[in-house]
């Protein structure tokens, strides 16, 4: 006897660990992934609009607030959620100024 | 693919005989073990003559018994059953004033409590049990109990008893019982009861027809014949059935009743025939020698220490198969078993959580080749040898194209997954493509200078 009902106590804590590393660490394994997936595609969509900006004819306010508000939130460096927003944004800030462009090559 | 999945079936299988296992060892650790002194008093009080054991003998009232144990030094009352050698008796007496007063068996107990107060008997006797004094004499083994239930002599306890009340030595034991040859008459009658009914019961005798129930028990094999006789009359030897017909009967138990005295002859007599005998009457002689038990009764507890003592296993009797307590197996061995179970489950985690995280194998789980430096490649020279085209309007496209393929090498640098990197390739594709459109020459449009590349 002595120790062996030690073999209870400790298998049954060892499964109750592995039972919750197995389950937890893939799931935060894969939210690092989203986020840093989603952070990549905002910084080169706020690169793409910062290109934008310095081929535009003039400026544009609008774009100009919400590039500043897509440069704010990746500097928060948030989750992904903040970084769809920034991506959106950015996004938005580069339509605007390819339309500026656009409409001043036609003219 | 299939390996995986027969991977988890194993995995949560060991979980779950794991957590089993546990749970029945849990239970197994339920102790039921019911002994109680301190929660007494106990539940069945068994009522005196429930059993059968009191007789309709009486006694009379103390003042008459008181008197007639004045008149006469040994009364005899009706019914009374004790008898012994006078002659060894008065050996003992001597010429001290023994009174001795011999009441039935079977008393209950006010009428026994009646008994004890005639104070001037010098020695008491209720059914075959002595008592004077501040004693009582017991007989200690087989021989004397023999003579006791079979004959109801007294003798040896008697003298013993009166011996210690007059100061003297303990007189020496001395055979009061004789066996003798039962007569061809007798034994043919006995014989032929046995072999029509099974059972021999003689007038007096108080054995019950029906069957006994604990007969199969105590004796699995053979036919189980019965022989009950009444108490025998003291002094005269004793007929010995038991073993003229043990030979009558061979393979058969014979169990024979004279009185009280139960004697058993047939297969492995030797074996336990004593002890069963020694342990019966070594625990009830004293309720046999006050009482008057129905030989039925007597029967019965015989028959049930036969079978205690079978099932004990102490004379290599056979005994019906019982089956093992699979529980009682298993426990030494759960402890392992639920090892086992954890280490499988943790070995088999491990490998999951490890498998997931090799980025290498997640790349090769990617259909088809990778693609994906290739690609980047191509587009990388294209742009090389776009920006080396002066083109004006043409800037802005290609410099946005060459920031995705910045993130598309960051983004595979960085282990993201090929989807991604996929994404962004197709976003710089798309701006090179503009740029190749403004600047009019479709040698530089992506999808022909890959292809032509490759080509």
Redesign the interface.
């Known amino acids: 006897m002595g120790w062996s009902w030690l073999v209870w106590p400790v298998g049954a804590a060892v499964l109750v660990a592995a039972g919750y590393v197995t389950a937890t660490l893939p799931r935060r394994r894969a939210h690092q992934h989203a986020r840093r997936v989603s952070w990549s595609t905002a910084r080169s969509a706020i690169d793409a609009a910062t290109v934008s900006r310095d081929a535009a004819p003039r400026p544009v306010a609008e774009a100009e607030q919400l590039l500043t508000r897509a440069q704010t939130l990746a500097a928060d460096r948030g989750g992904p959620a903040a970084a769809r927003a920034a991506t959106d944004y950015a996004r938005r800030a580069d339509e605007l100024w390819r339309t500026a462009a656009g409409s001043q090559d036609r003219a | 693919m299939r390996r995986a999945v027969g991977t988890e079936v194993v995995r949560w299988g060991a979980?779950t005989a794991?957590?089993a296992v546990?749970v029945v060892?849990l239970l197994a650790q339920r102790q039921d073990i019911d002994v109680s002194y301190g929660q007494s008093p106990a539940r069945a009080t068994i009522a005196e003559g429930s059993a059968g054991e009191l007789s309709d003998a009486s006694v009379p009232s103390v003042e008459e018994m008181t008197a007639l144990v004045a008149a006469d030094p040994v009364v005899r009352l009706p019914g009374a059953v004790a008898d012994w050698d006078d002659d060894r008796v008065a050996a003992v007496i001597g010429d001290a004033d023994v009174r001795i007063l011999v009441a039935p068996p079977g008393l209950d107990e006010a009428e026994r409590d009646r008994v004890r107060e005639v104070d001037n008997a010098t020695v008491r006797i209720i059914g075959t049990q002595v008592s004077g004094g501040f004693y009582q004499a017991y007989s200690t083994d087989l021989d004397s109990w023999r003579g006791q239930f079979a004959t109801g002599d007294v003798t040896g306890l008697l003298t013993v008893l009166i011996a210690a009340l007059t100061d003297q030595p303990k007189p020496a034991d001395e055979e009061g019982f004789a066996w003798r040859d039962p007569t061809p008459a007798e034994l043919g009658v006995v014989v032929g009861d046995l072999r029509t009914a099974g059972r021999h019961v003689a007038d007096g005798a108080t054995l019950a027809d029906a069957p006994r129930p604990g007969a199969a028990d105590a004796f699995p094999d053979g036919t189980v014949r019965y022989v009950a006789l009444p108490r025998q009359p003291f002094g005269e030897p004793v007929p010995n059935y038991g073993p003229a017909l043990a030979e009558v009967f061979p393979g058969d138990p014979v169990v024979v009743q004279y009185g009280n005295w139960v004697e058993y002859h047939g297969p492995a007599a030797d074996e336990f025939a004593e002890v069963a005998a020694a342990s019966f009457y070594g625990q009830f002689s004293d309720r046999l020698s006050r009482y008057d038990y129905p030989q039925t009764n007597v029967l019965d507890a015989y028959l049930s220490r036969v079978t205690d003592v079978r099932y004990s296993g102490l004379f290599d009797r056979p005994l019906p198969y019982q089956p093992v307590d699979p529980l009682r197996v298993a426990l030494p061995a759960l402890?392992w078993l639920?090892?086992g179970c954890?280490v499988l489950?943790?070995v088999l985690?491990?490998r999951?959580?490890l498998r997931?995280?090799n980025p290498a194998g997640q790349r090769r789980s990617v259909r088809g080749h990778s693609t994906v430096p290739a690609r980047l490649a191509g587009l990388t020279a294209l742009a090389v040898e776009m920006s080396a085209v002066p083109g004006g309007?043409s800037?802005?496209p290609l410099?946005?194209g060459i920031?995705?393929l910045?993130?598309a090498r960051?983004?595979l640098d960085?282990d993201?997954?090929d989807r991604?990197v996929h994404?962004?390739l197709d976003?710089a594709e798309d701006?090179l493509d503009g740029a190749a459109r403004l600047l009019g020459f479709d040698g530089y449009r992506p999808d022909v200078y890959l292809r032509s590349r490759l080509g």
Do not use: Y
């Open positions: 979980l794991a957590v546990l060892f402890p639920f090892a954890v489950f943790l985690s491990v999951s959580v997931a995280d309007a800037d802005a410099t946005r920031g995705k910045g993130a960051a983004a960085d993201l997954p991604h994404t962004l976003d701006e």
